[in-house]
């Protein structure tokens, strides 16, 4: 069975950099796309980015774009979201969800489409 699991999260102030890992095991990553959501609190969980199985495509949440970078390394079981130039509206508790990634438009969890998610870990952007 899979389990995921997300590291790298912290307090970091605006304009800085974090990266996020999502670790996983019990089955290898690779067979599939990992998207990275966003929770805050009274917020329903939003997509912040994905990529495909093989990396062939990316897509990005609009406040994303250009700031964040998703990648994979298929043989360490491993998907990364590297976050730069980081703000307040960023903050966060990020989870990493194991299901599908679409090639444009929001990236989205609809009930029955996600193998398994991590427990999450926490980002937080003050000075």
């Known amino acids: 069975q899979l389990q995921l699991v997300e590291s790298g999260g912290g307090l970091v102030q605006p304009g800085g950099s974090l990266r996020l890992s999502c670790t996983a095991s019990?089955?290898?990553?690779?067979?599939?796309?990992v998207a990275w959501f966003r929770q805050t609190p009274g917020k329903t969980r939003e997509g912040v980015s994905c990529v495909s199985r093989t990396a062939l495509y990316t897509n990005y949440a609009n406040d994303a774009w250009g700031r964040f970078t998703i990648s994979r390394d298929n043989a360490k079981n491993s998907v990364y979201l590297q976050m730069n130039n980081l703000e307040s509206h960023d903050a966060g508790v990020y989870f990493c969800?194991?299901?599908?990634?679409?090639?444009?438009?929001?990236?989205?969890?609809?009930?029955?489409?996600?193998?398994?998610w991590g427990r999450g870990t926490q980002v937080t952007v003050s000075s």
């Open positions: 019990g089955d290898h990553l690779g067979n599939y796309a």
């Open positions: 969800a194991a299901g599908g990634c679409p090639r444009t438009g929001p990236i989205m969890a609809p009930p029955g489409t996600v193998d398994a």
